[in-house]
């Protein structure tokens, strides 16, 4: 059975620092998806991880994965308040065809200025 | 307009009640999904359909029934509603094998049981 496992699950932490928030999972998967949610919305998405070594940055927020460690990272430069959201990573499971998404509890950031 | 629609948005319904939750999209995908959302759980998928004639059960079925009325339409059911059903349920879909396969989600429908 697939478990993915985010952490931490709480973050808050000052406009300006940088952080990384982790996500492992228990098999073999090459498909990885990090999403954003605002309180009360809908998920965004933000990055698509099709293959090890993968990298992917957008403005603050940097994401990769790491297939043989099955572990994908979401580092945040420099954080501003607008970053304030939960953000999820979800895997797909072996076989990556399926698209059966099993998403990590989330990670609630909060910036502060 | 939105290319993912859920609708209700709200829904405040009581136990034993049957109630459907409508999902439509204009972006074309083949797959959609069913999830819900509990707090401290994150999203966990109720059903999935590859096409209008492949439904498929996902971790959370029992309670919920779908049906997929056409490429662009999949409806949840709670045939009788109770109050750990109350929740928030989201909508997605996605391409075909051979692209990204990212999902693409609706804008929620809070439901609460009472």
């Known amino acids: 059975e697939l478990k993915v496992e985010q952490n931490p699950l709480f973050l808050s932490m000052q406009e300006g620092k940088n952080y990384t928030i982790y996500c492992n999972y228990s098999t073999t998967s090459d498909r990885l998806y990090w999403y954003r949610q605002d309180p009360g919305k809908s998920l965004e998405s933000l990055f698509v991880l099709l293959s090890n070594g993968a990298v992917k940055q957008e403005g603050r927020l940097m994401a990769s994965l790491d297939t043989k460690a099955r572990l994908s990272t979401l580092h945040i430069t420099a954080a501003v308040h607008d970053l304030s959201a939960t953000y999820f990573c979800a895997v797909d499971m072996v076989g990556g065809a399926t698209n059966k998404l099993i998403f990590g509890t989330g990670t609630l950031l909060a910036v502060q200025p | 307009d939105a290319d993912v629609t859920q609708t209700p948005r709200n829904r405040i319904t009581k136990t034993g009640k049957r109630i459907m939750l409508e999902c439509s999209q204009t972006?074309?995908?083949?797959?959609m999904y069913w999830y819900r959302q509990d707090p401290g759980l994150g999203l966990r998928l109720i059903y999935y359909?590859?096409?209008?004639?492949?439904?498929n059960k996902g971790e959370i079925s029992d309670g919920y029934s779908v049906s997929r009325q056409a490429q662009a339409k999949f409806s949840l059911s709670l045939e009788s509603a109770i109050p750990n059903q109350t929740a928030l349920y989201f909508c997605a879909t996605s391409d075909l094998p051979g692209n990204t396969l990212e999902q693409f989600f609706g804008p929620g429908t809070r439901l609460t049981v009472l």
């Open positions: 972006k074309g995908h083949d797959r």
């Open positions: 359909s590859f096409d209008v004639k492949d439904i």
